[in-house]
């Protein structure tokens, strides 16, 4: 089953900063986030995914997000709470989602990683955070592998001083 990803780096393809969003907050990128994860046909839900240290990251504190499945990849294996389940790889966490609405992987850089060369990825929802927030997380830069997709959703914002672009991308 194919996914996307959600993700939003800065100009150095920065993602996070001491297990943390590195940039004030972003109203409008979090309604995006949200709105793309959760959507889903009536009676349906989607499924995201991310790595053991973004579910214990400031922003998710061990909480599965409200309406979605959330699924943690662990290789150590992580406690299990309810509207969560664990899995070993990434293969595996998109097994264990398969029959969601959708499927999102969400972070952090080593699942994006593993998931930019993934067969089955199909678009990158991506936000283009403008400055350099001096990241200690990144991902590669993403315009070496994928295009823009003009979709109806794109387009600049600006929150908390912080000007950033919503794109949809697919690979080249
Ligand atoms: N800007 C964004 O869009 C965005 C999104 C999400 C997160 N973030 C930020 O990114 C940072 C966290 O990212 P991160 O790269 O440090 O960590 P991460 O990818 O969230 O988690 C890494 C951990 O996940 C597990 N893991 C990852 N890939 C795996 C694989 N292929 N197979 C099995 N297990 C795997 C391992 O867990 P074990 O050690 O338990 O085995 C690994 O130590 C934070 O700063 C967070 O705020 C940013």
């Not at 061990?62 to 790889?89: E, F, Y």
């Not at 499927?103 to 593993?114: E, K, S």
């Not at 990144?138 to 794109?154: K, V």
């Amino acid at each position: 089953m194919s996914f996307d990803v959600v993700v939003a780096a800065d100009s150095d393809w920065g993602i996070g900063k001491h297990n943390a969003l590195p940039w004030p907050r972003l109203k409008g990128d979090l309604q995006h986030f949200k709105r793309v994860t959760t959507d889903a046909p009536l009676g349906k839900r989607n499924a995201i995914v991310m790595g053991r240290r973004t579910w214990e990251s400031k922003e998710v504190a061990g909480k599965p997000l409200p309406n979605r499945l959330n699924v943690v990849v662990t290789r150590r294996g992580v406690q299990g709470v309810d509207g969560m389940v664990s899995a070993s790889s990434l293969d595996a966490a998109l097994e264990a989602a398969k029959g969601s609405a959708g499927i999102f992987v969400v972070g952090g850089a080593d699942l994006f990683r593993a998931s930019f060369m993934h067969p089955e990825l199909r678009w990158v929802y991506l936000t283009r955070v403008e400055g350099d927030f001096a990241c200690d997380t990144q991902i590669p830069n993403l315009d070496q592998m994928f295009e823009r997709e003009p979709w109806a959703g794109e387009g600049t914002f600006e929150d908390n001083g912080v000007a950033y672009r919503i794109e949809k991308m697919q690979r080249r």
